[in-house]
């Protein structure tokens, strides 16, 4: 599974930076120099980049924008999305209409619970703010979506 964090400056392979005007930045170790398919991902990134990814291997994207799980998900090329409590917090101050939605019900929810203290109750809605981000991106990606969460918390 190759995970693509979507950037508009340049797609990082490795041993290869190519200036394109929006691609991606790859998280992958993958192909490792020795593999026997290196050199025909290589050759590849000049054309259809996500094409010839989605080609060998399961594509999944890194992030918490809906305008930009959007336009990867209409590719057909992306499977999966995985988001992390950083693009979470992010979604909570991102000002837009759906984002704040996400967050009022979040906070609404956590309220009405009644779990406790203030800190159980931050808690609660960070909880419930991170599913209703991934219940959101499960609508526009087919696959999985995961969400990390640290588990010492």
């Not at 290196?38 to 259809?48: D, E, F, K």
């Not at 808690?123 to 209703?132: H, T």
């Amino acid at each position: 599974i190759v995970s693509l964090v979507p950037s508009t400056s340049f797609l990082q392979l490795p041993g290869q930076i190519s200036k394109n005007q929006r691609c991606l930045h790859l998280r992958s170790q993958y192909p490792h120099r020795d593999s026997p398919h290196r050199n025909t991902l290589l050759a590849a990134v000049a054309g259809s980049q996500l094409e010839a990814l989605a080609g060998m291997t399961t594509l999944s994207i890194d992030t918490g924008d809906l305008d930009i799980l959007s336009e990867y998900a209409a590719t057909g090329f992306i499977t999966d999305a995985t988001t992390n409590p950083v693009f979470v917090s992010q979604a909570a101050f991102n000002g837009d209409a759906r984002y704040v939605g996400f967050v009022d019900e979040a906070v609404t929810y956590a309220r009405n619970e009644g779990v406790g203290g203030e800190a159980e109750t931050v808690d609660l809605a960070m909880d419930r703010l991170a599913v209703n981000l991934g219940a959101e991106i499960s609508k526009l990606i087919p696959g999985y979506v995961s969400t990390e969460v640290d588990i010492r918390e």
